[in-house]
């Protein structure tokens, strides 16, 4: 069973991302990564040989020593224990293109789509619980590593998004409990981005009504 924890650590004024998943039981490990801007700052792994094959004990086991792993890397964020690479530089913002002819315009392609797939489109809400397994894949249907994706729950009465970073397989887990929807035209957006190259799910919502109380 493939899980993990995404978090956002704020020290000053600089956002770290962390991100740690288990990469299943073929290759038995627990890995953490560490972004800032979009670089992998920092990235730890251990294996879990001692706990195969799991069962139902040894699976309880396996998420505790996972969330131990991904709360130990935060602690050394904030605390400054933990010896983190130079940052990179703040994105350059875009400049306005300079105006060009109705016909070069016309003629200038389409850009390029990330391919997105919500893996566990049935199941991906028990309760108010969200847990969103995503896959991202390039043009090629290749899956792409280090894409940033976001999911935000749009005509929610307390607007928020939730970020994570896909491992090596093109794939990351977001986990979130869902805002209470306020309108009739909510829905479930996720994005994803590497580089310039965007791509979007977008999934209506519909709250469920109240049953009448029986008199």
């Not at 979009?38 to 396996?62: C, F, K, S």
């Not at 605390?79 to 293109?97: F, M, T, V, Y």
Request: with cysteine; proline share 8%; glycine share 8%.
């Amino acid at each position: 069973m493939l899980f993990g924890h995404n978090t956002n650590v704020t020290v000053g004024e600089i956002v770290y991302h962390v991100q740690t998943e288990d990469r299943g039981d073929g290759p038995a490990l627990i890995d953490t990564t560490v972004y800032c801007r979009g670089r992998v700052m920092h990235r730890r792994t251990n294996n879990y040989i001692d706990l195969l094959p799991l069962d139902i004990d040894r699976e309880q086991a396996l998420k505790l020593r996972l969330s131990e792993q991904h709360r130990v890397v935060i602690e050394e964020i904030r605390s400054g224990s933990l010896h983190l690479p130079p940052l990179p530089p703040e994105p350059k913002p875009r400049q306005a293109p300079a105006a060009a002819a109705p016909a070069a315009i016309a003629a200038q392609p389409e850009p390029a789509l990330l391919k997105l797939e919500l893996l566990n489109a049935r199941t991906w809400l028990a309760g108010k619980h969200a847990a969103l397994q995503v896959l991202v894949q390039d043009t090629s249907g290749s899956p792409l590593a280090g894409a940033r994706v976001v999911a935000r729950v749009e005509g929610a009465a307390s607007p928020a998004e939730f970020i994570a970073h896909t491992g090596s397989h093109g794939q990351t887990q977001l986990e979130f409990e869902m805002p209470k929807l306020a309108g009739g035209d909510a829905a479930l957006v996720i994005e994803a981005a590497y580089g310039a190259v965007r791509g979007q799910l977008r999934f209506s919502l519909r709250a469920k009504p109240k049953v009448p109380a029986v008199s």
